[in-house]
């Protein structure tokens, strides 16, 4: 299951509403990219691969302001009755954390909860499958369970699931205080990873990822782990990488989409 191409050019953005630096809020652009690769599960036709959608976009005749991973699953609808984008029943959609902005998109790091995020990838496309990252939140248990629990959606703590015929499987949290909520500590990280890579899966999803090369930064102790029995394919975030691949060993590979969209089909 290896990546063989990617686009450096995006073929759709999405505007949205994120906090600067200084405070406020500024206008930034989601890039869409397409890619191939080697071997999608059996039943769909692409992969939609996202994370780090930490912004909101406002409708400017209401006013209101929903979270960007929901105007995302809105605009692949859209894209697809443009005849853009394969249909989002045959799509499959990995979700590598971090899905959350303050309602108004002015509070920088801002945590909540992303069930209706998850939620609205699931009523649109095949299944969804992904880990929960250090700012998401899912309300009640009980919230959590029925998330869990819908028969097309895969929120891994360090579990995997055959998924058509591919094996997936994901570590939710990063690395720290425990105290905090999706943080863990760094044996215990360590040892949930291990145990899902015990289980050979083909395609892994983290939101604390490896490093990669040069800039691509990452944890050490991670890429370590995936050394020892590395999967096919990596999905990440985190944090942003300006070269979205990374190649771990000569048949292993890392794709960081920390704020932006890959769709993975197969070559023609």
């Not at 499959?92 to 303050?102: Q, S, T, W």
């Not at 029995?229 to 944090?239: E, I, N, S």
């Amino acid at each position: 299951m290896q990546i063989l191409q990617l686009s450096a050019k995006p073929f759709y953005r999405t505007s949205y509403l994120n906090a600067a630096r200084g405070g406020g809020v500024e206008q930034q652009h989601l890039p869409w990219f397409k890619g191939t690769i080697s071997r999608l599960p059996q039943g769909l036709d692409a992969l939609l691969v996202t994370s780090d959608l930490q912004g909101v976009v406002r409708d400017w005749h209401t006013q209101q302001t929903e979270l960007l991973g929901i105007a995302v699953a809105h605009a692949y609808q859209e894209l697809y009755l443009q005849g853009l984008v394969p249909q989002p029943a045959k799509v499959g959609v990995i979700l590598a954390g971090d899905l959350y902005a303050a309602p108004n998109g002015d509070k920088r790091g801002a945590s909540g909860n992303v069930s209706s995020v998850w939620l609205a990838f699931a009523q649109r496309f095949k299944w969804v499958a992904g880990v929960q990252g250090n700012h998401d939140r899912f309300g009640s248990d009980r919230q959590k369970l029925n998330l869990q629990y819908r028969d097309n959606i895969f929120l891994f703590d360090y579990e995997v699931a055959e998924l058509g015929d591919i094996c997936i499987g994901g570590v939710s949290g990063v690395m720290g205080d425990p105290v905090k909520e999706a943080y863990k500590l760094e044996a215990d990280f360590l040892t949930e990873l291990g145990l899902v890579l015990d289980q050979s899966p083909d395609l892994l999803i983290l939101h604390q990822g490896p490093f990669g090369q040069h800039a691509q930064r990452g944890s050490a102790l991670v890429q370590a782990a995936l050394l020892r029995k590395p999967p096919a394919l990596t999905v990440c975030g985190h944090v942003h990488w300006e070269n979205p691949l990374a190649q771990l060993t000569s048949t292993s590979q890392i794709l960081n989409v920390d704020s932006r969209v890959v769709l993975l089909s197969l070559s023609n």
